[in-house]
């Protein structure tokens, strides 16, 4: 290879190395991606793997039994394992939701919404894992014959509280009479003051158009 | 015509390097309920469907975390873990999850994090597990491979 090769395939090297270093920082600094090692230390950090024979090393979380994931089957449509995660699907007038996007999925950019079960409501009124819902605030609760359902604060970024901000309602604790209770995902029920959009009563979303189900006059 | 030849190689040999610089620069952090914390770092990161897929640098574990409730928070995916399992030494062992958030930026521009500062790159993937054992383990990287 002559010089001018030479050269050329040095300056393409070291051109094209950078490039990915440099992909991290928004501000556009030089510094790698990977953190450091002499910046700021991790308290007890140990060197990777730890595990026998290499990969990664959960030692704690397998010890014993492997354990089961409550409702780790995933929400398959179609498949004989398939849950019902919407127990409650009224017939009613449709209360459209004018503010969402049209389409199928259209509030969720087109991605179909299904529920995560570990979380209450599969997670459409918040990340709030069933297994730490005393965290949640707790906000009432609906009696339904021998079963009460409890309800809980909407977390602002979830998709439930989008679809009360697009009809204007406001939650409140579920609990007094004449309030909108709306049914989610896996028997999760919120509740929130009528307004003149949405007038007292039950209600179950449907989820790809994102609008409310009134249920059926008796 | 020889120089132009072998510039032309060598512009192709600095492309074929662009991938490989770029891919598995995932980095794990664990911390176990006791505090002791270990990082595995080159890790490759794989996406299909929600379902994500952590290869570690020796290539000797996977980690695979399923999620659901994807929706967005402006052009950022957000999703909750609720199955985790370790792949690794030829058995499958399930990791009980109490709780997760995945942040996937599937676009090319930088996104911002819901109400922080810090910004998430053009096809990365943040994730934070907590265990039922009080496991603590978050996942920062490029995603090296996205299917349906």
């Known amino acids: ?218 | 015509m020889t120089a132009v030849r072998a510039l032309l190689a060598a512009l192709a040999a600095s492309f074929a390097l662009l991938p490989v610089a770029a891919r598995a620069d995932g980095v794990m952090r664990v911390q176990q309920s006791d505090g002791a914390v270990q990082v595995y770092h080159d890790l490759k990161i794989r996406l299909a469907g929600h379902t994500v897929w952590i290869h570690s640098g020796d290539r000797k574990g996977v980690l695979e975390v399923a999620s659901g409730a994807c929706s967005f928070v402006r052009e950022l995916q957000r999703c909750l873990p609720y199955a985790t399992t370790l792949h690794q030494h030829g058995a499958t062992r399930t990791i009980v999850l109490q709780q997760g958030t995945v942040y996937l930026n599937l676009t090319g521009d930088l996104q911002r994090l819901p109400h922080s500062s810090q910004q998430l790159l053009p096809h990365a993937l943040l994730l934070f597990l907590h265990t039922m054992h009080g496991t603590y383990v978050s996942v920062k990287g490029t995603l090296d491979e996205v299917s349906s």
């Open chain 1, 1 to 218: 290879m002559n010089r001018f090769a030479q050269s050329a395939f040095v300056v393409s090297l070291v051109a094209a190395l950078p490039v990915a270093l440099l992909a991290e920082q928004p501000h556009g600094s030089a510094l790698p991606s990977r953190p450091a090692p002499a910046a700021r230390p991790e308290p007890a950090a140990r060197p990777a793997p730890a595990g026998a024979g290499g990969g990664f090393n959960f030692n704690r979380d397998l010890g014993g039994r492997g354990g089961t994931q409550r409702g780790a089957q995933p929400p398959t449509a179609g498949s004989t394992t398939v849950r019902l995660p919407y127990q409650r699907r009224y017939t009613g007038p449709v209360v459209r939701n004018g503010r969402a996007p049209g389409g199928p999925w259209g509030w969720n950019h087109g991605v179909a919404w299904a529920p995560a079960p570990v979380y209450w409501g599969g997670g459409f009124w918040g990340p709030w894992a069933l297994a730490g819902l005393p965290t949640a605030v707790y906000f009432g609760a609906i009696p339904d014959g021998q079963i009460v359902y409890p309800s809980y604060q909407a977390e602002p970024d979830s998709p439930g509280a989008q679809l009360l901000q697009d009809y204007g309602l406001q939650q409140t604790p579920c609990g007094p009479p004449d309030l909108v209770v709306i049914w989610g995902p896996d028997n999760s029920v919120i509740c929130a003051v009528p307004n003149s959009t949405v007038g007292p009563g039950n209600y179950t979303v449907d989820p790809e158009t994102f609008s409310l189900v009134s249920a059926p006059p008796p």
